[in-house]
């Protein structure tokens, strides 16, 4: 079992920077992909960012070139540096890790934070 602890949220004006701090503790040898996830009151949780065991990054097309996400050498720390941020990146920001397969080729669900909120706002 994983368990995921999220930091690094508050309130920040527009144009200024966050940065959020997601740590996986427990059984995280199968650790692949960490990703971070944005809900909004009242939206859906919609990808952010993630970052696969071997370094690929992905970002959703409204955070290119703000945000950034990166790991430690461990693989169990993923950071998110969200820069030039818009009153439209305030939501609760949750990390998301997802495993490699288990024996046998099973999914193994995948552990999600409890979040940590960041507000844009003048």
């Known amino acids: 079992q994983v368990q995921v602890v999220e930091s690094g949220g508050g309130l920040v004006q527009p144009g200024g920077s966050l940065r959020l701090s997601c740590a996986a503790s427990g059984s995280t040898r199968s650790i692949n992909v960490m990703a971070w996830y944005r809900q909004a009151v009242g939206q859906q949780r919609d990808l952010v960012a993630s970052?696969?065991?071997?370094?690929?990054?992905r970002y959703a097309d409204s955070v290119q070139g703000r945000f950034t996400i990166s790991r430690d050498n461990a693989g169990n720390t993923v950071y998110l540096q969200m820069n030039s941020l818009k009153p439209e990146d305030t939501g609760d920001y949750y990390c998301?890790?997802?495993?490699?397969?288990?024996?046998?080729?099973?999914?193994?669900?995948?552990?999600w934070g409890q979040g940590t909120q960041v507000t844009v706002s003048s």
């Open positions: 970052i696969s065991s071997g370094g690929i990054t």
């Open positions: 998301k890790v997802d495993y490699f397969p288990g024996p046998w080729g099973t999914t193994i669900p995948a552990s």
